[in-house]
């Protein structure tokens, strides 16, 4: 499966981003898939992932409530909707998949890593 992330930018505190994840090759339908982000001089951490259906999506505390994810499955593509943005959620920000049938928060799980998209949002 190959991955191509991308809809990252700059965009002002409180703002909104819409990243999307294309993949090709592969059953995509099949794999759960994630979003993980990685600020310089910090490691990467998971923001969101979703189940092969859908049904089932996690997001860690610091953006529940405030990130969105969803994947359309006809159109091989997973999307990150990110809404009242911080100045602390600037990183690269990276789609991964894993056949794996549940959703793992660590990054060694997944199979499959998207070139990651840049995200900045300034104060």
């Known amino acids: 499966v190959q991955l191509q992330a991308s809809g990252g930018g700059l965009v002002q505190a409180g703002g909104s981003l819409r990243l999307s994840c294309a993949a090709s090759?592969?059953?995509?339908?099949?794999?759960?898939v994630s979003w993980f982000r990685q600020a310089p001089g910090k490691e990467r951490e998971f923001v969101a992932g979703?189940?092969?259906?859908?049904?089932?999506?996690y997001y860690p505390d610091s953006v529940k409530g405030r990130f969105t994810i969803s994947r359309t499955n006809a159109e091989n593509t997973v999307s990150l909707q990110m809404n009242s943005l911080k100045p602390e959620d600037t990183a690269a920000y990276y789609c991964?998949?894993?056949?794996?049938?549940?959703?793992?928060?660590?990054?060694?799980?997944?199979?499959?890593w998207g070139q990651g998209t840049h995200v900045t949002v300034s104060s």
């Open positions: 991964a998949a894993t056949s794996r049938f549940l959703v793992a928060t660590v990054d060694y799980e997944y199979d499959y």
């Open positions: 090759g592969g059953t995509f339908s099949s794999y759960t």
């Open positions: 979703i189940n092969w259906s859908g049904a089932n999506t």
